[in-house]
């Protein structure tokens, strides 16, 4: 429906850097230094993230069911 | 032979780095700081940088917004006017006492229309800022004249104490105060501008919302000191979010949002505030929440206007024990009419009330600082095992008798017989 097409070609840039820090780490993993690092559960992600980036596209979509 | 690359290992010392490079991008996902004109010319640059790095033409426009519901409106509007091939109808040229229905406008039109931005932007009695469509651009306005580099493209203004909107506009948990079909049809884009609007995620990136990826990813640029030659496409992603909110991406605009001006959590880092909006945008936009649970923003406002009827007719459990938790759980019962007909320490009280059957359950696993929330669940007259919700020609099951372990057993589809067994057996 939407051409998106350069959204996902500059996603490559974010994604890249992901695949080139795993091929570089050896011990402990990239995984484990995420988890370690402990970002996620301490964010609050759900505050931060979650909350505000659902809701615009939650609106239009009531806008929507309205109909 | 070829030589074998060393890999990295975690040292102590950069493991010692890892607990305050994570609060640094903490503090940048929870920012409320308003983005400064130099964010605004920073994040230009590094847009175009982003389409260049992914070898793509650049933007015909990057165009700044105060709220990621303008961004998500306006990016799906211009997305699906693109699309239909038809130019917008011509820019009004009074605005309309709405600032969030004014950015979401404008936005549209500077996103599919930046020429036409740029003329109209000379009228006095339209004051909106003109469109960025290069870098150059953005250096010239930042280095001859500061105060007239573009501003958000809409109104940022913050809403006061006594602006909170009327009851009957925040029966959700996020506040717009605009009608967005009544917008989606004067842009022409109609239902199809509404779908792609909902679509925006495919668009979507989340600037300094996505905080947690770039700290993993920034931390083996800064501190592990990884010499990898894909940070150099990856500086431009970053700047974006160390300098602004989400933005949605379309191959010929570039939309972005500020970040918010309140965010608020509880000790657990949700979502929480029990004094108004838990977000809240410059263009007034706002969501509630307590305690991670999202309440319509009425609760919150007007606590005032919390009764009976309302609690009744709340068919989202979380919400509805929320309410009766303000109401109080007493009061509730004794409100409602409720007739004890059963009790049970481990299964709860079985309730009669003018509207039907509820059982008044103990939730049996302990909420993290030690205490247990209680339920109200709806029961069938006669406690007959409900269907199953999937299955749309489900029916109750046979009549029991009234007891709080045969209602127990009816909410999940058995009888009480059937529920004893099943939990002998798991135990």
Not at chain 1, 14 to 33: H, M
Not at chain 2, 49 to 59: H, N, R, S, T, V
Request: charged content about 25%; hydrophobic content about 40%; aromatic content about 10%.
């Amino acid at each position: 429906m939407i051409a998106s097409i350069a959204h996902v070609s500059t996603r490559l840039q974010w994604y890249n850097v992901w695949s080139a820090i795993g091929d570089s780490i050896s011990a402990p993993s990239w995984r484990e230094i995420y988890i370690e690092m402990g970002i996620l559960g301490a964010l609050g992600q759900a505050a931060a993230i979650d909350g505000p980036e659902m809701a615009p596209m939650t609106a239009a979509n009531d806008c929507l069911d309205d109909d | 032979m070829t030589e074998r690359k060393k890999l990295y290992s975690l040292t102590p010392e950069h493991r010692a780095q890892l607990e305050p490079w994570r609060d640094k991008w903490i503090a940048n996902a929870m920012s409320t700081a308003a983005m400064t004109h130099e964010d605004r010319v920073a994040c230009t640059e590094a847009v175009f940088g982003l389409y260049e790095a992914a070898k793509i033409p650049a933007p015909k426009a990057v165009v700044f917004v105060p709220s990621p519901f303008v961004l998500a409106f306006a990016g799906g509007f211009a997305a699906a006017a693109i699309k239909n091939g038809k130019p917008l109808p011509p820019m009004r040229q009074q605005q309309i006492e709405n600032p969030l229905w004014n950015a979401i406008y404008r936005a549209t039109h500077a996103a599919t229309q930046p020429d036409q931005m740029s003329i109209e932007a000379g009228r006095e009695n339209f004051k909106f800022s003109p469109v960025i469509r290069t870098i150059s651009e953005a250096r010239v306005f930042l280095a001859q004249k500061p105060a007239a580099y573009p501003d958000f493209v809409g109104s940022p203004e913050t809403r006061d104490d006594d602006g909170i909107p009327a009851a009957d506009q925040l029966t959700k948990w996020y506040y717009l105060g605009c009608d967005m079909r009544a917008l989606a049809n004067e842009l022409d884009v109609g239902t199809f501008g509404l779908r792609c609007a909902a679509s925006s995620w495919r668009m979507w990136q989340g600037g300094n919302q996505w905080s947690g990826y770039d700290a993993f990813l920034s931390f083996f640029q800064d501190i592990a000191k990884l010499d990898l030659p894909v940070y150099e496409q990856y500086k431009h992603w970053r700047v974006l979010a160390e300098r602004s909110g989400p933005r949605v991406v379309h191959p010929d605009f570039c939309i972005i949002s500020d970040r918010p001006e309140v965010l608020t959590v509880d000790e657990r880092n949700r979502p929480h505030s029990e004094r108004g909006p838990f977000c809240r945008w410059r263009d007034g936009s706002s969501l509630y929440a307590v305690h991670g649970v999202r309440v319509p923003g009425w609760l919150i406002e007007y606590p005032d206007k919390l009764d009976i009827k309302a609690i009744s007719s709340e068919s989202n459990t979380e919400v509805q024990r929320l309410m009766i938790e303000r109401y109080g759980w007493n009061k509730y019962v004794h409100d409602i009419g409720g007739e004890t007909v059963d009790h049970h320490k481990r299964w709860g009280t079985l309730l009669r009330t003018p509207s039907g059957l509820v059982l008044k359950v103990t939730n049996r696993s302990p909420e993290p600082d030690g205490t247990f929330r209680e339920y109200m669940l709806p029961v069938a007259d006669e406690c007959e095992p409900l269907p199953d919700p999937n299955d749309p020609n489900g029916r109750l099951g046979q009549p029991q008798p009234l007891t709080a372990l045969n209602a127990v057993a009816s909410t999940f589809g058995m009888t009480g017989k059937e529920y004893e067994s099943v939990l002998a057996w798991e135990s």
